[in-house]
């Protein structure tokens, strides 16, 4: 069967929109949308010259299309997957689920009423790194996961999240929540269970007295990113409003007792994730997130022991998310096609986007600890049974 795809958001994101047809020969993407015109020749410039553009995403549905993938700023997430959903079409939605916890589950309700298939781009869930991880929990290597930490230093913040819409609070609410949900995501897939407790703590302490500031509509972060952009306090051209935190942490209890924690710094020198995961038998801890980088295990007593007592190499992912992008798309695709069981959930997406916001709530309120909002009995036994009924 032959799917007609489209795309919402021809920004930073768009370009994943060229795995469709490398993920699934049989699956071609026919039209774009964008509300700025001129994205129309960034369209073409990505899929080519045959693609149809509009400038109102709910004009894609004169296309008779099967799918939408969506990567629109993250505050317009819920109108759009709402609408899409209700016509009856499948849709990729970029992460993080919505802004908000409300419209979040107004996502998850679109889809369980109008039976349409979502799907959302967690695709750290096809990283080789966080599969690595996971294969060896699964293996009993390392006992009972009691604790996840995992810290995340975000070397090119300022040029990923401080020069456009990312730096507000009114379109992403916290990048606890945009650039956290990735991680908390895979925390809970890890430990096998959601967040139910969290305290946050956090601050803007470098990007707010950074004094250059322009308004970059006008351009992507393509444009403006360098290696050259260093240090943090010289960077130039920062969005004119910047009220997200650019360093934070939370402390979170799971349902099922684990304990995790997590730190996001934006004006590190480097760039990678490091996650430790401590069980009753051992722990295991990554160096590096993508190829030449390792997993290592430790499994014996003993004291300092730089390379474990397992190695394990991670493959793939040399260029960042775009082997995990591909796999991603591939699962995307053939979850429209035949629907079934994924390596992502728009369940898991909910309780991470939760997670997030709830962090920010205690950060800005002292820390004070949340409890997370529990998602519909119903919504959840749906999205459990991997969009089917009963």
């Not at 964008?34 to 045959?50: F, I, N, S, T, W």
């Not at 695709?123 to 293996?139: A, E, F, G, P, Q």
């Not at 070397?155 to 507000?168: I, L, T």
């Not at 916290?174 to 897939?189: E, M």
């Amino acid at each position: 069967m032959s799917l007609r795809v489209g795309i919402v958001g021809i920004g930073a994101r768009a370009a994943i929109g060229r795995w469709v047809s490398a993920a699934d020969t049989e699956a071609v993407l026919v039209a774009a949308a964008d509300v700025r015109p001129q994205a129309e020749m960034r369209a073409r410039e990505l899929y080519g010259d045959e693609i149809a553009f509009v400038t109102d995403f709910r004009d894609l549905v004169a296309h008779r299309l099967d799918a939408v993938i969506v990567t629109t700023p993250d505050d317009t997430h819920a109108d759009v997957a709402e609408f899409l959903l209700q016509a009856g079409i499948a849709v990729y939605l970029e992460k993080p689920l919505a802004i908000t916890v409300a419209d979040s589950d107004r996502i998850l309700r679109a889809a369980y009423e109008s039976g349409s298939r979502l799907y959302i781009g967690h695709n750290m869930r096809h990283m080789n790194v966080v599969r690595r991880l996971r294969d060896i929990i699964t293996s009993g290597a390392i006992g009972e996961v009691k604790a996840i930490w995992c810290r995340h230093f975000v070397g090119h913040g300022g040029d990923y999240y401080f020069k456009d819409w990312h730096a507000e609070r009114s379109h992403v609410g916290s990048l606890l929540l945009q650039k956290g949900a990735h991680d908390i995501d895979v925390i809970h897939w890890l430990a096998d269970g959601y967040t139910e407790r969290v305290t946050g703590m956090g601050d803007l302490a470098i990007y707010a007295d950074v004094a250059s500031r322009r308004d970059n509509a006008d351009r992507l972060m393509g444009d403006w990113f360098s290696y050259d952009n260093w240090p943090p306090e010289e960077q130039t051209d920062l969005n004119p409003i910047i009220d997200v935190e650019d360093i934070s942490m939370i402390q979170m209890r799971l349902d099922n007792g684990v304990l995790a924690s997590y730190q996001q710094c934006h004006f590190t020198p480097d760039y990678w994730r490091n996650y430790t995961v401590i069980g009753t038998r051992g722990r295991a801890e990554n160096f590096g997130d993508a190829a030449g980088g390792v997993v290592r295990v430790w499994n014996q007593r003993h004291n300092y022991q730089e390379h474990g007592d397992l190695e394990y190499p991670i493959t793939g992912d040399e260029d960042g998310h775009g082997d995990a992008d591909q796999l991603t798309m591939a699962e995307f695709l053939r979850f429209v096609r035949d629907g079934g069981t994924t390596q992502t959930s728009p369940l898991a997406a909910r309780q991470a986007v939760a997670t997030g916001i709830t962090a920010a709530e205690s950060l800005r309120a002292g820390s004070m600890p949340k409890a997370i909002d529990p998602v519909s009995p119903a919504i959840r036994k749906y999205f459990d049974n991997h969009q089917v009924r009963g």
